[in-house]
């Protein structure tokens, strides 16, 4: 069936199988070892929780790691998902062939020109990152890179304010724990 003619229910089912097989041998930095398909679910769950009911930003959201960490194409995202879904994609997506300090440094410069929807992951990729950075250290990870990340995020977020309140202000609450903002 091609995406086109799909209902919404199936279109977020195919996104959410699609985005399992590919992340299927990967799991997340924690010590448990998480399987890393959790990562993009939840994304998707937090843009949910939020009120997002637009099935290509819940759909981006479920597969916006599968071209930055797995082998799987834009190309691939467009024929099977279609050109609105893969575009939003193609916006939260890290060049990987970058060392990640210029890979960070371009988040930053590149934030404010995306689109609404690719905000939108964005902002509920770097809440999910840093709900886990609050709840486990991430093996081997000292605590400056830890408060490096925060901070790191905090600027990308900050290009982007004014995109979701709810997303925000869950944001906020952490930046206020970690001292970033009064
Ligand atoms: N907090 C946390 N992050 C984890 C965990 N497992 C995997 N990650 C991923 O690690 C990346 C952050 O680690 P870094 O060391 O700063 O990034 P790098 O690998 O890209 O250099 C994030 O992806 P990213 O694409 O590089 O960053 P982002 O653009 O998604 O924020 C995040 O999704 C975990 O258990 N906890």
Redesign the pocket.
Known sequence: MSAENCNDVRLLVMCTNFAAEKHKTQR???VDK?PYIN?PIGVANILSEAGISDVNILCAALLH?TV?DTDTTLEELEKEFGPVIAKIVAEVT?DMSLP?AE?KIL?VQHARACSHEAKLVKLA??LY?MR??TK?K?ENWTDERISA?YLW?KQVIDEIRGTNPIIEKQLDEIFRREGLIS
Do not use: I, V
């Open positions: 997340r930095k924690n998480t990562h790691d930055e890290d990640s890979r988040q990729d770097k990152n886990d950075l486990e991430p990340y995020s």
